[in-house]
Structure formats: structure tokens, C-alpha cells
């Protein structure tokens, strides 16, 4: 998982992808790829959240699931949810049957709502690291890449105050990879950019 692997397709990857074909495609087409709008950042926003514990990949394989029983994540519809949706919810096999997760999702939807067009997509980029901290070291081995940064646990600190939960700063910095706020493809992957360091 540390280091880099060369598909049977003769591409070179960040080693967490391994031989999974849904981690390959997230990992080659939209993890570490910017994303914007309020509406996707909310459900990244969820995702996260609901991963929390628990790996990635269960969480990708079950997102079309939860896009359906979520309405699309469309904030306003999902911050409508009473005591019979999180049943519904509670019931659905297709999703992590979380109860605090799922209650946090409506309320931070109910948040996002309340918020101004593009507000969400705003307060979240404001974080993106700039200066040095945007420049370091592209990581050589997924040891290398933090948990936590101070950009992540400030973002976490704003969410908190503002109401929103299951927003901790490990989560945020799983975020901010995942929305192509920072890039921790390592060194060699051919996603790196158009240095041509990796191998296609």
C-alpha cells in the first residue's frame, strides 16, 4: 500500500489503489481533482463523515446507494427529512446504517441550506493551503502524507462553530484530498501531473 504499483494496464499508481477496479477509476479520475459546488461538497461533505471508521472503498461501493436514499444530496430536500426518513434510512441495507451519522447529515444539510448560493464551496476552498504549506514535498510513500494538517483542523473548527458535525480534522483532511484541495498522489503515479514522473 506504500508505495507505487504498475497495473496490469501498465499504469503506475499510488499502492492504496492495489488491483480493486472501483479504486481505480476513483483514484484515477477524481480523487485529487478539484471539485466545486455546493451540492457536491455536501455530499463529499457526508461521505466523509459516514466513513469515518470504517474503509473507503465500502463507502465507494456503496455511494450510488446512498445517492438514491439521499435524495441526490440535495441539501434542501435532505434537511426535509423527519423521524420516518431516518427510519427508512436505518432500514436500507444499500447504506452504513449509522443512526448519529445519518441524523448529522440532516442537520448539516438543513445548515448547508441555510447558507447563501456558493457559500459552502467558498468557506471550504478558503482553507486550501497557499504559500509553503501549498508547496511541499510531493510525498515519496503514503507515510509520508499527514493526517491531520493545521488547514484541515482549521476548516474543522470553522464547520464546528458554524453547527456542523462528524467534520473532524482527520475527516476534513480525507476531504480536502478527495475534493483536490491538496495532492497526495506520490511520486512515480502517473496522475502526477505533466512532469512526467509517472509512468503511462
Not at 504499483?5 to 479520475?29: A, K, N, Q, T
Request: glycine share 10%.
Amino acid at each position: 500500500m506504500d508505495a507505487i504499483v504498475i497495473g496490469l494496464d501498465g499504469f503506475s499508481r499510488c499502492g492504496w489503489v492495489g488491483d480493486d477496479p472501483d479504486y481505480r477509476r476513483y483514484h484515477d479520475e477524481e480523487w485529487g481533482v478539484p471539485l466545486h459546488g455546493d451540492r457536491a461538497l455536501f455530499e463529499k461533505l457526508a461521505l466523509e463523515g459516514f466513513q469515518a471508521g470504517l474503509s473507503w472503498i465500502t463507502i465507494l461501493r456503496k455511494r450510488p446507494r446512498f445517492r438514491e436514499a439521499f435524495a441526490g444530496f440535495d441539501p434542501a430536500v435532505v434537511a426535509a427529512f423527519g423521524p420516518d426518513d431516518v427510519e427508512r434510512l436505518m432500514a436500507d441495507a444499500g447504506i452504513v446504517r449509522n443512526r448519529a451519522k445519518i441524523e448529522a447529515t440532516i442537520a448539516n444539510a438543513a445548515l448547508v441550506r441555510d447558507m447563501a448560493d456558493g457559500e459552502l464551496d467558498a468557506l471550504i476552498w478558503s482553507f486550501a493551503p497557499t504559500g509553503a504549506a501549498a508547496e511541499r514535498a510531493r510525498p515519496a510513500a503514503f507515510a509520508d502524507v499527514p493526517a491531520v494538517t493545521p488547514e484541515s483542523a482549521a476548516l474543522s473548527k470553522a464547520l464546528r462553530k458554524r453547527g456542523f458535525r462528524f467534520v473532524g480534522p482527520t475527516t476534513m483532511y480525507a476531504l480536502m484530498q478527495s475534493a483536490g484541495m491538496v495532492d497526495d498522489h506520490l511520486a512515480g503515479c502517473w496522475r502526477v501531473s505533466e512532469d512526467g514522473q509517472g509512468k503511462r
